[in-house]
């Protein structure tokens, strides 16, 4: 079992709901974020003032998938969430030690 | 907090209460002394609005006077006119009970007026109060609403106790409402007589002269604006004034401060007497309060912000200033149509009298200004830094109608506009003249759009005004002015120039009165204990140390980041 964890646009996270969904994947878990990469932060006048946006919103997406899922799902993902621009963010891969359902007590793949 | 230092600071609030109760039983006695004085108030306006009271529309009453002076060179044809009123009246008595008659409702029809526009003035606390909550950090939020809030509530009572009193209490003396009925009950001054009065001393408390049907018709329309005033400062002191210095503040601007200049420009005081008194055009005029309210309360706003200093993290070690953008942009620029809204019971609504068909002008010269300022303060920003900012839009058209708000009554419509402009181009400057060469922090920009706009709008009534309206303003010119009959005030441009002197040199006082009288009473205050929150507080939001609670909540994380980054590298 891995876990799927992607930075993507906000913009984005349709595109690749859609995509990821469409494999089978059945549960997919998102937060909003903020942070940056090597696309940094932009300055912007206030009054008069300049003050830079160092931190940029983003949308964090979690999935947990078996092993043979794994390179679609990153593909699926890269495909939704590519505009080509710099910041169209990072896709992070982990192995995942156990899977398990509350309502079931079920346990591993089949819990996912 | 220690506890004994909330037990003394109750004990305090207490005695003061106590103190208040105490005044008004004290004043309420004296009131019958006055009783028994002639002119009589009329609590219920029964007797208020008679024939005296009907004029036709250039002005000229129903009623003919008696003329007095036999070596006037008209006396004759005076007396003329007086006897065939008088041969007229005997034979028609009907004519008569229907002057007064009409004399009463011309009286109602202004009163409605008066009153309706003193509710618009009401509700630009509400215009206010949105706008300077969206230009703040939303850690601040609750704060900067319990600034506004109490701001109402305790300015109200100082004016109620002794600050309509000062400003109005000798109106009747020189500068009596006719438009009301002319209030003839406030006729003392407290400090100064005839036409060198500095403050006026009747109607404390409203018993008495005050407790009086017209009269309370001005201290509804009066109150609002002396609140405007008391709003003002917040924009400029709010994100780290403790409340109970604010309360300070709002008690000594609704008490002292604007009553005293208010009197020497609307009460009948020395300034508006100065056409009279020295030949200067027809006195300070400032229609409905560019300098008696928005630029006392913009230098009195800067004076504060002086004294208490910037916000943490608003200069970096460089001196460099930096950004803390408005949470709610939304706010801001509802805020600002809301204040547009109620300017139009600012500016036309100081006719005092729906019988000034001049409110049509007003209106339309205010609305004017609005617009031009605004657009000014949109270009010329687009121009400086590629992107228009909307927060300085919206300065831009508050800049406009403080600019207006002294001449609008004076003025064309086009010069309405070119002072529109003036004023959105000055409110630009003034922003960044003093967030970088004053280093004064003003979050809401409220010196420049009240204090430098205000006293550039009463100066620019000195350059605009073109005499069609203001015929024996402040009883200058009554017959004639400038060799004309019926001649208003007239400015620069129209040939005028004893009165752009006058606005000039008024505007200056006033503003150098505010600043001046703020800081020295302020300064004191603040040598007695520090006005300002600690710097825990400062950094961690005003709200829960202050009020006990958030304005929003559910983004408690969220606020406190907002311009964490810039105080870590300041502080």
């Known amino acids: 079992m891995k876990r799927i964890d992607a930075v993507i646009r906000p913009s984005q996270l349709e595109e690749v709901k859609q995509r990821v969904t469409g494999l089978g994947v059945t549960g997919l878990t998102v937060s909003e974020v903020r942070g940056f990469g090597r696309q940094k932060g932009h300055t912007e006048t206030y009054r008069g003032s300049e003050y830079t946006v160092d931190f940029l919103p983003k949308i964090f997406v979690s999935i947990a998938v078996a092993e043979e899922m794994v390179e679609p799902v990153v593909d699926a993902i890269i495909e939704g969430a590519r505009t080509g621009v710099i910041g169209d963010g990072k896709i992070f891969v982990s192995s995942l030690d156990e899977v398990i359902r509350i309502r079931t007590g079920e346990r591993g793949p089949g819990a996912i | 907090m220690p506890s004994a230092y909330v037990g003394r600071r109750r004990k305090w609030i207490l005695t003061a209460i106590v103190a208040l109760v105490f005044a008004q039983i004290f004043v309420g006695s004296l009131s019958v002394a006055f009783a028994d004085q002639l002119p009589q108030p009329d609590p219920a306006g029964t007797a208020t609005g008679d024939r005296t009271l009907v004029f036709d529309a250039a002005g000229n009453p129903f009623v003919v006077p008696e003329p007095t002076d036999r070596s006037a060179p008209d006396y004759t044809k005076s007396k003329q006119e007086f006897d065939n009123f008088q041969a007229q009246a005997a034979r028609e008595p009907l004519a008569l009970k229907l002057a007064d008659d009409v004399g009463h409702v011309r009286l109602a029809t202004n009163f409605s007026w008066t009153l309706l526009t003193g509710y618009l003035v009401l509700f630009m606390q509400a215009g206010f109060a949105l706008l300077t909550c969206g230009l703040v950090r939303k850690k601040n939020a609750a704060h900067l609403m319990m600034l506004n809030f109490a701001a109402y509530v305790f300015a109200f009572l100082a004016y109620y106790a002794v600050g309509y009193a000062f400003q109005f209490g000798a109106v009747a003396i020189n500068a009596a409402p006719t438009n009301l ?122 004076a504060l912000a002086v004294i208490l200093g910037p916000r943490l993290g608003k200069y970096g070690p460089d001196g460099k200033p930096r950004a803390f953008p408005a949470s709610n942009i939304v706010f801001v620029v509802t805020g600002t149509f809301v204040l547009l809204f109620g300017w139009m019971g600012f500016n036309p609504g100081s006719t005092l009298g729906a019988t000034d068909l001049r409110i049509s002008v007003v209106a339309v010269n205010t609305n004017l200004s609005a617009v031009a300022g605004s657009a000014a303060a949109m270009v010329l920003w687009y121009f400086l830094f590629g992107k228009p900012d909307i927060t300085m839009a919206c300065n831009g058209m508050l800049a406009g109608l403080v600019a207006i708000t002294a001449p609008c009554a004076f003025v064309s419509p086009t010069s309405s506009a070119v002072i529109g402009v003036l004023a959105g181009i000055l409110v630009c400057l003034g922003v960044l003249f003093n967030e970088r060469v004053l280093k004064i922090d003003d979050p809401c920009g409220a010196i420049s759009v009240h204090g ?24 200058v010119g009554v017959a004639s002015y400038l060799g004309r009959a019926g001649q208003g005030v007239t400015g620069l441009i129209h040939g005028d120039f004893s009165q752009f002197w006058m606005q000039l040199g008024g505007a200056t006082l006033l503003a150098a009165y505010s600043f001046g009288a703020t800081f020295i009473v302020f300064k004191g205050v603040n040598a007695w204990r520090s006005m300002r929150v600690s710097k825990e507080v400062e950094l961690t939001g005003l709200d829960v140390p202050e009020f006990g609670m958030l304005a929003y909540p559910e983004d408690a994380v969220e606020m406190l980041t907002a311009g964490s980054q810039a105080q870590q590298r300041g502080v």
């Not at chain 2, 003392?188 to 002269?209: D, E, N, R």
């Not at chain 2, 009086?212 to 609002?224: I, K, P, Q």
């Not at chain 2, 403790?242 to 009460?267: Q, R």
């Open chain 2, 181 to 302: 009925g002319g209030t003839p009950t406030l006729n003392h001054f407290l400090i100064g007589s005839g036409q060198w009065g500095f403050l006026g001393g009747k109607g404390f408390f409203l018993t008495g002269p005050g407790y009086d049907a017209g009269s309370n018709c001005l201290t509804l329309f009066e109150v609002v604006f002396m609140e405007t005033a008391g709003y003002i400062i917040v924009g400029a002191i709010c994100e780290r004034i403790t409340f109970w210095a604010f309360l300070i503040c709002e008690l000594f601007i609704g008490g002292l401060l604007y009553p005293i200049s208010g009197c020497w420009v609307w009460g009948g005081g020395w300034m508006s007497q100065l056409g009279s008194t020295m030949h200067l055009g027809h006195g300070y005029v400032d229609f409905a309060g560019s300098t008696v309210v928005h630029a006392v309360g913009g230098f009195c706003a800067m």
């Open chain 2, 452 to 475: 430098y706009c205000g006293w550039f709008g009463a100066v620019s009534l000195g350059i605009f005004a073109d005499g069609t309206y203001g015929a024996g303003w402040n009883g």
